[in-house]
């Protein structure tokens, strides 16, 4: 497998500050991911569009929180 230009020289020091970056954000986004993000980034898709993604599928797949919907009245 070819190596990425994310792991070569200045490319993988930039990559490394986008991810502390990120971690210090606390956006959740691990290595691979972040990688994926901005492959596509690279490739032209819009940031803001890439993010509103991100948040619609972490939205969609969180746990459902118990309680609210079957909450009981006590009498």
């Known amino acids: 497998m070819p190596r990425s230009e994310l792991e070569d020289g200045p490319m993988k020091e930039a990559f ?12 959740g986004l ?31 797949y969180q746990p459902k929180e118990k309680g609210n919907s079957s909450r009981r009245e006590s009498t």
């Open 30 to 60: 691990d290595r691979d991911t972040l990688r994926i993000l901005m492959k596509l980034c690279e490739q032209g898709v819009n940031p803001e569009a890439l993010a509103s993604i991100v948040k619609e599928l972490r939205s969609q």
């Open 16 to 27: 490394d500050a986008a991810f502390e970056l990120s971690s210090l954000l606390d956006t």
